[in-house]
């Protein structure tokens, strides 16, 4: 049995009580839930991710009929607010909205973990997928393409330095880095929106954007946007080429986001909050606000979350690897 195939039993085998549930939990959950939730989120207010999980968080609270309150957590690529769902009471009142950062590449990127994402975790639900974008201010970086921004930074190698505010965004940048044969610094920020700063301030020359933050300040005028990681193009960004056909066969990263509980709450509590999340992301008024920010509304159940981190642990370990990426103390 390979290593993804190990992992994804793994998954499978924490939360096979929440499916076996599935006749009895909404008799079981009658009174869930009966305080605020609180969704606790690695990245600071402003970023893409917070965009998202508000929109999620406001049609929980309609259909649970009580307040879901978002508590951001901002710090080490999302592992603060991860460790802090990880060791909070299991009662169902506490639950993390992660990227796949959390929960599959942060365990490639630093040597010790504050949390095991298979143990300490019960998955719940998907939410949805986005790609990122890579940015330029036009004013002091002035190409006209991905194409141009590479031959800028290979003649001067080591001199250029790009922002990012989270793991994937680390990760999209090295892979870009190392396809391209590029020497270039990463800056790592606690979000995406402090590397935006940066960026138009011309103190670093690129930031890799999730596609949520990128389309407002690149519709705004403010940055351009050179490719997209996407297989495909961003239906609000039609005119923004793939990685792919910006001269990089193959380069292809998309992330998830999805929400996880503490690895022994209750499995009625975990069953009603899928039950919802999937009504909620299944809005059509939902899924088109999304995809207006580059982002696709993806619903599903436990088991499909569980299968997702399995798959990116082991893809997005190969790609660092593969990069070079410096492990974090």
Not at 217 to 223: A, E, I, M, S
Not at 252 to 276: M, N, R, V, Y
């Amino acid at each position: 049995m390979n290593p993804t195939s190990r992992l994804v039993c793994k998954l499978l085998n924490a939360t096979v009580l929440l499916l076996a549930s599935l006749g009895s939990s909404l008799a079981l959950a009658a009174d869930y839930p009966s305080k605020p939730i609180r969704m606790l989120l690695g990245y600071p207010p402003g970023s893409g991710i917070d965009n998202v999980a508000r929109q999620v968080a406001q049609r929980m609270e309609k259909s649970l009929g009580q307040p879901v309150v978002v508590d951001n957590r901002p710090g080490a690529l999302g592992n603060i607010a991860a460790q802090a769902v990880a060791t909070s009471a299991p009662d169902g009142y506490t639950i993390l909205f992660t990227p796949n950062s959390a929960m599959g590449i942060n365990v490639h990127l630093f040597k010790q973990m504050p949390f095991d994402p298979v143990k300490d975790f019960l998955p719940v639900a998907p939410v949805a997928t986005l790609g990122f974008a890579i940015l330029v201010n036009p004013e002091t970086v002035p190409v006209k393409n991905l194409q141009e921004l590479t031959a800028m930074i290979k003649k001067e190698p080591g001199k250029y330095s790009y922002g990012t505010g989270n793991a994937t965004g680390q990760v999209v940048g090295a892979l870009y880095a190392s396809m391209a044969g590029l020497q270039a610094q990463n800056i790592p920020y606690k979000g995406v929106p402090p590397a935006m700063t940066d960026l138009l301030g011309g103190r670093i020359q690129y930031v890799i954007a999730d596609a949520s933050l990128a389309i407002p300040q690149v519709k705004g005028g403010r940055v351009k946007a050179l490719a997209v990681t996407n297989k495909t193009r961003v239906p609000a960004l039609k005119d923004v080429p793939t990685m792919q056909e910006a001269g990089l066969p193959g380069y292809d990263l998309t992330a998830w986001f999805g929400i996880f509980l503490p690895a022994k709450a209750p499995t009625e509590a975990a069953q009603s909050l899928s039950t919802h999340i999937r009504q909620a992301v299944s809005d059509p008024a939902l899924v088109a606000s999304l995809r207006a920010i580059g982002v696709e509304a993806m619903p599903g159940s436990p088991a499909d979350l569980a299968k997702m981190m399995a798959s990116d642990t082991e893809k997005w370990g190969r790609i660092i690897r593969e990069a070079h990426i410096t492990v974090t103390d």
